[in-house]
């Protein structure tokens, strides 16, 4: 007699001897968050400061290492969601952080990780001309939606010109007098 139809009939009969044959054991519903977001400063800012493309942001933990340029890889991690809450993405949730090149992101995000360096965090309210603007990212962010973002900056590497400022938000240009 099979395993299978073994554990069937005893399932059946209301018996269960072999391990795995019965109904699964109940579980407790867990949050499936396996990271949180690290410390902010104690005196970090609750009001938003306005770049000049209309980029809000405050820094939720300084750090005087390395900014990235739009050129670098950075790895981060970090969490999205709209004006009404909904979550839309996390590298919280996988517990595994991200990486890409800094270039390869809407406008908003590239702005603000320049804002801070290796270790920083940043909070960022990015209206639609710096996100996704009428398009949207179909199935995850409707036409014209404000993103929010919580990102921390984790690593930058990859940049074939590491010695070069990060952009001057308030110019808008990386090089002086150009």
């Not at 938003?48 to 991690?77: C, M, N």
């Not at 090089?175 to 150009?178: C, F, K, R, S, V």
């Given at each position: 007699?099979?395993?299978?139809?073994?554990?069937?009939?005893?399932?059946?009969?209301?018996?269960?001897?072999?391990?795995?044959?019965?109904?699964?054991?109940?579980?407790?519903?867990?949050?499936?968050?396996?990271?949180?977001?690290?410390?902010?400063?104690?005196?970090?800012?609750?009001?938003?400061?306005?770049?000049?493309?209309?980029?809000?942001?405050?820094?939720?933990?300084?750090?005087?290492?390395?900014?990235?340029?739009?050129?670098?890889?950075?790895?981060?991690?970090?969490?999205?969601?709209?004006?009404?809450?909904?979550?839309?993405?996390?590298?919280?949730?996988?517990?595994?952080?991200?990486?890409?090149?800094?270039?390869?992101?809407?406008?908003?995000?590239?702005?603000?990780?320049?804002?801070?360096?290796?270790?920083?965090?940043?909070?960022?309210?990015?209206?639609?001309?710096?996100?996704?603007?009428?398009?949207?990212?179909?199935?995850r962010i409707g036409p014209n939606e404000t993103l929010h973002f919580q990102i921390e900056l984790i690593e930058i590497q990859g940049s074939p010109y590491p010695d070069l400022p990060p952009i001057d938000s308030d110019s808008g240009s990386d090089?002086?007098?150009?």
């Open positions: 007699m099979s395993y299978r139809l073994a554990c069937s009939l005893l399932i059946l009969a209301g018996l269960s001897v072999f391990g795995g044959c019965g109904p699964p054991p109940v579980v407790e519903e867990q949050d499936d968050r396996r990271f949180a977001p690290g410390p902010t400063d104690e005196d970090a800012p609750e009001e938003f400061t306005a770049t000049e493309s209309g980029l809000k942001y405050r820094i939720r933990r300084q750090s005087t290492e390395r900014r990235p340029i739009t050129s670098d890889i950075v790895t981060v991690h970090y969490r999205g969601w709209l004006d009404n809450g909904k979550e839309f993405d996390t590298s919280y949730a996988t517990g595994f952080e991200k990486t890409f090149r800094l270039s390869e992101v809407v406008v908003g995000w590239q702005e603000g990780l320049q804002l801070i360096g290796i270790g920083g965090m940043i909070e960022l309210e990015i209206p639609p001309h710096l996100g996704y603007g009428e398009a949207g990212d179909p199935g090089t002086e007098g150009a």
